[in-house]
C-alpha cells in the first residue's frame, strides 16, 4: 500500500505543505550539512588551542572534594550535561567537545594551579569553573596572564569584569534590588532584619541591600545586621533578637552548614515562616536538601532560576538532568547557570567562527541563548547576562512555587553607582 | 536598645536567653565528653572527633529513611534507636581504629595529633563517596519539631530540651562509668600508671580499646543528637571540632569536673554576648578571653593534682 492511496495525502497543497514541514529539521542543519566539512583548523585556531579537525577541548575546573564538593557537584553535573547535548547535535563548528576535568579541592591556590595546568599545558579553548568568589579571584590572574576564557556560574558580589570571564549567574543588584522592591510592595514591609555569614558575599551584598532600603524604599529602615563565622551552627541568641526587634522582613544571607543550623532553630524556636516573612539569597533546592523542607516552607528567596519554572525549555532540561544523574537530583539557581555555561561558549565560537580567545571574548557581547532552561538570556557588554529576577515560596516538598518575575531582563550592573 | 519594649516582653526574652545559654551548654558537654575522655583519659588527640560524629549522624539519616521505608508507624520512636545504633557504629568504627592506629601511637602522643588528622581526611571522603557530596536532610519526628509554649511570649525549642536531657543522662552515666565501676578504676589506674596497672593484672591492651571506642561511641550520640541543631554532610564534623578542643583543654584536659565548668563559662559567655553584641563579634571576644585566661593558668580551669 503506497502513501498516495492514503485520502489525506491527495490535495495537491497539503502534500507540498508536509513535504516542507519534513525538510525543516534539515534546514536548521543547513550551516553545517551545506559545507559538508567543519571549517580548517588552522582558520578557526590561529593561536594554537586544542583544537583539531575533529576535536576541541575544554576545562571543567571545581572542587569536588572538600567543603565546597557540596555546592559544586551540582554545577559540575550540568556542565557535563551541556557538553554531552552539544556534542549530540553536531558539536562546535563541527568538533567534538572533549572534556578535562580538574578538582580543585576547595583550595584556592589549588584552584590557581589546575588552571594554569588547563591552559599552559592543556591549552584548553574554554573552562567553566569556580564556584566561591575566593576562587575565582585565585584563577582570574591566571586567565588573564594566559589569556584563557572562564565561564563562571555563581550568583557573586560584582564588582569585578573581566575580559577572559562570562559570568552566568547574576550579580548582585540583578538578585537583590528587584526582590527588596518586591517584599516593600507586596507585604508592604517597613523594617529589615539583616543576617549573613561573614565574608565577601554577604557583606557586599548587604551593604547593597542597605543602601536601596535606606535609599530608595520609603520609610523602610534596618533594626539589625549581623554576620556570623562561617560554620557557626548555634544561632538561639540571634534568633531571640529577632523576636525582641519583631522585623517585617528578615533578610538571610546565610551560606554552607550554618545554613542548615539557622533554619531548623528557626522552626524549633517557634518563628513560623508562613507568617514572618524571610527573604533569602542564598538557599537553593541544593541547599534545602540539606535543611529539610519541612524546616524552611514558606520562605521566600530571589534569584532567576527555579527547578519549578514552567516553560518548555526548562522541562526538558529538568528530565534530561534527571535522566542523566538520577531521579532523586534537585536543581538549583547555580546549577542551571553552570549549564549555561558551554551553550554560551558554543553560540559565541560559532558568532566569531573561531575559537581564539580574543575573537570569542570580542563576540561575546550580544550573544544570546534563547533555549536557556530560565528564558532567554544575553551577554552584556560587560560579560554579565541580562537575566529575569525572580521570587520563589518554598514548600515543603523542597521546590520553590514562582510567586513574581521581573516583567523584562534586568540589566546586569556589575559596579552600580550609588551602591558602593 | 532596650528603651522601647515593655518588662513584661524583656521578661520573656531574657527567659528565652537564658534557654539559649543553657541549650548552648547541653551542645559543648555533649560534644566534648568523648573528647574528654579520649584526650583527658588516654592523652591522644583524636582529631577525627568530628568525624566520628558525623557518623552517628549519618546512621541516624539511615535509620530515619529505612522507618520512613518499612516501618512508617514506629516513626515517631525512631530517633531513640537511632541514637544506640549510632553509639554501636561509632564505637566499634573506635575499636578498629584504635586497634589499627593508635595503640601503636601510644608513647608518641603528638603523633596521634597528625594520625588522627589523616584518618579524619579519609573518613571525609568515605563519606563523600559513600553518601555524596551533597548535604542529607535528616527528617524528624514530628514531636520533636516546633516549640514548647511556656507562657504567651516564651517558647522553648523543644530539640532544645532533649538535648539538654539527653546531656543531662549521658554525663550522669559517664561518671557513674569512670568514677564508681570497676571497670572505670581500671582506667584510672591505667591513665595514672600504666606499667603498675599492668602489673597487678589489669589487661592495659583492653581498657585502652574499651575507652577509646566509649569516647567514639559518646561522639556518635552527639553527633545523631545534633542532627536536630545542624547539618549532615561529609565536612560537617570540622564544625565542632574547633568549639570541643577549646571545651576540652580550657577545662583541664584530664577533668570531668572541667570540662563541664568550661563549657559552662564558654557557653553562657558566647550567648550573652552574641546577643549584646554581633556573632563574630562574640565570638571573637570569647577566643581573646580564652587565651588570656589559659595564658594564666596553662593547665587549664580544672587540672589534676600530680607530684612533678
Known amino acids: 500500500m503506497s502513501d498516495e492511496q492514503k485520502p489525506g495525502l491527495r490535495s495537491p497543497l497539503r502534500r507540498k505543505l508536509l513535504m516542507g514541514m519534513a525538510a525543516l529539521p534539515a534546514i536548521s542543519m543547513l550551516p553545517r550539512a551545506s559545507f559538508a566539512e567543519a571549517p580548517a583548523t588552522s582558520a578557526v585556531n590561529t593561536t594554537g588551542l586544542a583544537v583539531t579537525d575533529s576535536e576541541v577541548t575544554v576545562g571543567i575546573l571545581h572542587s569536588v572534594t572538600g567543603t565546597m564538593a557540596i555546592s559544586e557537584t551540582g554545577s559540575v553535573e550540568a556542565e557535563k550535561l551541556a557538553i554531552e547535548q552539544i556534542n549530540a547535535a553536531g558539536g562546535v563548528l563541527g568538533r567534538k567537545i572533549k572534556f578535562i576535568q580538574e578538582d580543585g579541592a576547595s583550595d584556592w591556590p589549588t584552584f590557581a594551579e589546575k588552571a594554569k595546568k588547563l591552559l599552559v599545558n592543556d591549552k584548553c579553548a574554554a573552562v567553566m569553573g569556580c564556584w566561591t568568589s575566593a576562587s575565582r579571584k585565585a584563577v582570574l590572574p591566571v586567565f588573564e596572564q594566559y589569556n584563557g576564557m572562564l565561564y563562571y556560574p555563581t550568583f557573586y558580589e560584582g564588582l569585578e569584569q573581566s575580559k577572559n570571564v562570562i559570568y552566568t549567574g547574576q550579580e548582585a543588584t540583578q538578585q537583590i534590588i528587584a526582590g527588596l522592591d518586591w517584599v516593600n510592595k507586596t507585604k508592604g514591609a517597613k523594617t529589615f532584619y539583616l543576617l549573613g555569614s561573614d565574608y565577601i558575599w554577604p557583606r557586599t551584598s548587604n551593604k547593597i541591600a542597605r543602601k536601596h532600603i535606606e535609599g530608595h524604599l520609603a520609610g523602610a529602615k534596618i533594626v539589625g545586621e549581623e554576620y556570623f563565622p562561617l560554620g557557626h551552627t548555634q544561632f538561639n541568641s540571634v534568633i531571640n533578637k529577632i523576636k525582641l526587634t519583631k522585623p517585617d522582613v528578615i533578610y538571610a544571607i546565610i551560606v554552607g552548614g550554618s545554613n542548615v543550623a539557622f533554619y531548623k532553630q528557626l522552626k524549633a524556636a517557634g518563628i513560623d515562616l508562613s507568617k514572618q516573612t524571610l527573604l533569602t539569597i542564598s538557599v537553593t533546592e541544593d541547599e534545602i536538601d540539606g535543611i529539610g523542607g519541612e524546616n524552611i516552607a514558606g520562605a521566600y528567596a530571589c534569584m532567576k532560576y527555579f527547578q519549578s519554572l514552567d516553560n518548555p525549555n526548562n522541562k526538558a532540561f529538568v528530565s534530561a538532568f534527571k535522566k542523566m544523574w538520577g531521579e532523586k537530583t534537585v536543581i538549583g539557581d547555580v546549577t542551571q547557570a553552570a549549564y549555561l555555561g558551554p551553550w554560551l561558549w558554543k553560540l559565541t565560537v560559532e558568532k566569531a567562527g573561531s575559537f581564539d580567545i580574543d575573537k570569542v571574548a570580542a563576540a561575546s557581547p550580544g550573544v544570546e541563548f534563547k533555549g536557556a532552561p530560565e528564558g532567554n538570556v544575553r551577554i552584556h557588554e560587560n560579560h554579565h547576562l541580562w537575566s529575569k529576577t525572580r521570587v520563589g515560596r518554598a514548600k515543603a516538598d523542597g521546590q520553590y512555587e514562582l510567586i513574581y518575575e521581573t516583567a523584562d531582563l534586568v540589566e546586569p550592573d556589575p559596579f552600580p553607582k550609588g551602591y558602593q | ?308
Open chain 2, 1 to 308: 536598645m532596650f528603651g522601647d519594649y515593655s518588662l513584661s516582653d524583656l521578661g520573656a526574652i531574657f527567659a528565652m536567653q537564658g534557654f539559649a545559654g543553657l541549650i548552648l551548654f547541653s551542645v559543648y558537654v555533649l560534644m566534648a565528653l568523648g573528647l574528654a575522655i579520649i584526650f583527658g583519659q588516654m592523652g591522644v588527640i583524636n582529631m577525627a572527633h568530628g568525624e566520628f560524629m558525623i557518623l552517628g549522624a549519618y546512621v541516624t539519616w539511615m535509620t530515619s529513611s529505612a522507618f520512613q521505608q518499612y516501618l512508617p508507624s514506629l516513626f515517631p520512636g525512631y530517633f531513640f534507636l537511632a541514637m544506640s545504633l549510632a553509639f554501636i557504629a561509632s564505637g566499634a568504627l573506635g575499636m578498629l581504629v584504635e586497634w589499627a592506629l593508635i595503640r601503636h601511637l601510644y608513647k608518641r602522643p603528638l603523633d596521634t595529633l597528625l594520625a588522627t588528622w589523616g584518618l579524619s581526611l579519609i573518613l571525609q571522603q568515605a563519606y563523600r563517596s559513600v553518601f555524596g557530596a551533597r548535604e542529607v536532610g535528616v527528617e524528624l519526628p514530628e514531636w520533636m519539631m516546633g516549640s514548647w509554649q511556656a507562657t504567651d511570649a516564651i517558647q522553648i525549642p523543644i530539640n532544645g530540651m532533649f538535648v539538654m536531657g539527653l546531656t543531662v543522662l549521658i554525663t550522669i552515666v559517664v561518671a557513674y562509668v569512670l568514677f564508681w565501676s570497676r571497670w572505670g578504676r581500671q582506667v584510672r589506674a591505667v591513665v595514672q600508671n600504666r606499667v603498675m596497672a599492668g602489673a597487678v593484672g589489669i589487661n592495659t591492651e583492653k581498657v585502652d580499646r574499651y575507652t577509646f571506642g566509649l569516647g567514639c561511641g559518646i561522639a556518635g550520640i552527639a553527633g545523631s543528637a545534633f542532627t536536630m541543631i545542624g547539618s549532615t554532610g561529609p565536612t560537617a564534623g570540622q564544625l565542632y571540632i574547633v568549639d570541643t578542643f577549646l571545651v576540652v583543654v580550657f577545662g583541664g584536659a584530664a577533668s570531668l569536673v572541667g570540662t563541664i565548668a568550661s563549657a559552662f563559662t564558654i557557653s553562657q559567655a558566647q550567648s550573652t554576648m552574641e546577643f549584646f553584641l554581633s556573632g563574630s563579634m562574640a565570638k571573637v571576644l570569647t577566643l581573646l578571653a580564652i587565651v588570656a585566661i589559659l595564658m594564666v593558668r596553662p593547665q587549664g580551669l580544672f587540672a589534676l593534682k600530680v607530684r612533678k
